[in-house]
């Protein structure tokens, strides 16, 4: 009979259904579906023919357009209620059911979201400081379990010294290095890689539990598996760029591929925004807005920009994969001209984007320099808007910290890269995208 009422489906809580009845049906209709939800006893029925909205019990006797009919049922009729979905499911009829995740459990995943973006932006800082003290390269094999254990005694670290001595690294660049020295750039990678593991567990224990506990929406779950899954490659691919820099170079620099380089970090990136961007969704309670046309165009523009601040991020990695932060150490000139001599020396031609230091520090100047005219316009454009107080907040703070970073990159590269200066910029590179991202997410338009 349910089939033959229903024109919208049927959806089904823990203590009432809704549904959408058909023009014609009557009271006895409605004391049939009361009698098989509720045990014969009384039932309030919520109609909505779309102009009035009202509660009453089944009094009506038929109505002339397709009206929602939600019906309440005693909490004692629960074993009646779930017979009638499950005969009502196997007549054929959709049945959606709607998951609604309770607020405070929803700030929690929220919560545990944002804690893992914190986490993987510490990686990225630990990650450039091991790049900068040139110690990625002191660890030459890795395993999941054995790894965890550093050496214990003198005889350990012998070993372990006795193996980075067969590296490239220490034979071209470090064969007066000391067993303490080394002990040093050890621990630097090994304790970015333990930070990585530590990421692992903070995020997929809890995300295990809330899973099971039905705190992960069904429009959620592809999003986390996506998490998880770019955690693990994120660790495999970590390995597969530190793999690139134990073989003999080809020139006197033993160092990791920038190919690879970029792809680690800029998967590490991909991670952190989308980590951040879902916490964001899930903790802050969305404001509403008018969506003009120049709101509508502001949020294209706003996502553009953190578009921008991304690749300009990544364009980075290759200044530091192959210190193309020390060529040109003048600003806002190549030496005494505006465009260097050697900008394109490479054949075939497109290699000179990603292997000659020159070009590549070239780009990132031109990035780094088009980023920050596009946010301070952002800037300029959206302050005569109407902005709720959140994203009037992040936008000064994206505007403010663009000039942070631009600062920041200047003076590193005046001052011949020193490790804190440079470790700096790439965090304020993190930090500028994060503001970016924040803004984004206040612009986003409401769901109706």
Known sequence: MLSRLATGGIEFGRSCLR????????????????KLSCGGR?????????????????????WNT??????AAPKQSGCRLAQLRQTTTAAGVAAPVTQQVPAHAQKIVGSWLLVSAGMVFGAVAIGGLTRLTESGLSMVDWHLIKGMKPPANHQEWEDYFKMYKETPQWKYQNREMTIQEFKFIFFMEWFHRMWGRTIGLVFLLPAAYFWRKGWITKAMKPRVAAFGSLLVFQGLLGWFMVKSGLEEPGDDIPRVSQYRLA????????LYVGLLWTGLLHVLPRQKFEMTTQMRQLGKYAHGTMALVFFTALSGAFVAGLDAGLVYNSFPKFGDRWIPEDLFNFDPKWKNMFENHTTVQFNHRILGTTTAVAILSLWVWARRLRLTPRASLALNCLAGMSVVQISLGISTLLLYVPTWLASTHQMGSLTLLSFA????????????
């Open 19 to 34: 549904l959408c009845v058909s023009p014609g049906a009557s009271t006895r209709h409605l004391q049939q579906i009361s």
């Open 42 to 62: 009384g039932v309030g029925v919520t109609l909505h023919t779309g102009a009035a909205l009202f509660s009453a019990p089944v009094r009506c006797g038929g």
């Open 66 to 71: 397709p009206t929602l009919l939600k019906l």
């Open 263 to 270: 792809a680690h970090l800029g998967s590490a990136f991909l």
């Open 437 to 448: 991202v924040w803004l984004a997410t206040e612009l986003k338009k409401l769901p109706k």
